[in-house]
């Protein structure tokens, strides 16, 4: 009876040992084919797009079952070309020229709104008194030429009765160099941008915000095509839903963002400045999320129509398209 025992528990036992070893050691997952998505950002790298870096560094976008490529701006490739052409699935572009692009036929679709309030603004240096938008009267007026910080500020002397032929318009580049050497009196940019580089100097600047006289569009929009939202809605939805989670994660992690954004180095291959990313990322928060109950990317048909309205004023476009065809809440909801 003993002989028979003896082979028994060394049998059980190994049967232990084996389910114990199968529990203990993990399972070998097969690798998720993750789905190549490319994105045409507005601009150089910076924390602009911090949420889509965060996104990415942090497997946001391998989680939804995709492997994400961010370039960044081109000049010889406009996010919206790059988009309705097929070389990249997804952009990011003001929703002016998404409605723009629609009225002149392109299938293009907003799908999330990044900045609910827009950055654009002029600014002056303290010591010229200037300090709302009259005051541009008889001075030198720096335009990024083309973009849409000039229509925006543009269009804004317009609609306060501040004609073209009542001030000079200079080409000024992306930064405030020219402004400070004196080249112009007044310039535009970002707020969240090109003041802070100025104030980084040493140079204090009044900000005159179109916000503050009505003019108030929306900014950096998520946008792909129609023919993308009706091939492929499930991407669409898995890419917005993992694009606003890492919004979500940078507005709450402001260091990490920056980090993150550090990743990705500037159109030089230089590498950014921490301190200044993360001041800019700052400065975007509340326009990102202008109050607590809003959700972050959310859009209302009432904020559409007056960038619809400022459009078709000051581009004076046929208005060929509805623009409740420009946008689609679809894929806000998780």
Excluded: C
Excluded at 74 to 87: C, T
Excluded at 121 to 130: D, F, G, K
Excluded at 174 to 199: H, M, R
């Amino acid at each position: 009876m003993k002989k028979i025992i003896a082979p028994i528990i060394i049998i059980v036992t190994a049967i232990a040992g084996m389910a114990w070893w199968q529990l203990s050691v993990p399972k070998i997952q097969t690798p998720k084919t993750l789905e190549p998505v490319t994105v045409r950002l507005k601009w150089v790298h910076q924390s602009q797009f911090a949420g889509m870096y965060v996104a990415d560094q942090k497997g946001f976008y391998a989680d939804a079952g995709i492997k994400v490529r961010l370039l960044p701006f081109d000049s010889k490739d406009y996010p919206i070309n790059d988009v309705v052409s097929g070389r990249s699935q997804f952009g990011i572009a003001g929703a002016d020229e998404i409605l723009l692009a629609r009225a002149e036929g392109e299938p293009v679709k907003a799908i999330a709104v990044i900045y609910q309030d827009s950055p654009v603004v002029a600014y002056a240096l303290t010591s010229s008194h200037i300090v709302k938008p009259v005051d541009f009267i008889g001075k030198k007026v720096g335009f990024q030429k083309g973009g849409n910080t000039e229509f925006v500020i543009r269009g804004l002397l317009d609609y306060i009765g501040v004609k073209d032929t009542q001030y000079t318009g200079v080409d000024v580049g992306f930064d405030p160099s020219d402004l400070i050497s004196g080249k112009v009196d007044v310039s535009v940019g970002y707020i969240t941008n090109e003041p802070i580089s100025a104030e980084e100097q040493g140079y204090q600047v009044n900000i005159i915000n179109p916000a503050n006289y009505g003019i108030n569009l929306y900014a950096d929009t998520l946008f792909t095509t129609e023919d993308m939202i009706a091939k492929n809605p499930d991407l669409v939805k898995r890419f917005t839903q993992a694009t606003l989670k890492g919004w979500n994660y940078a507005l709450l992690n402001v260091d990490e963002a920056v980090n993150d954004t550090l990743k990705y180095p500037d159109v030089n291959n230089k590498e950014l400045n921490f301190a200044h990313q993360k001041k800019l990322l700052e400065k975007s928060i509340p326009l990102i999320q202008p109050t607590k109950s809003m959700k972050v990317g959310q859009m209302t048909v009432d904020a559409w129509t007056k960038t619809d309205w400022f459009v078709k004023n000051f581009y004076q476009t046929k208005g060929k398209s509805s623009v409740n065809d420009a946008y689609t809440l679809e894929f806000l909801q998780p």
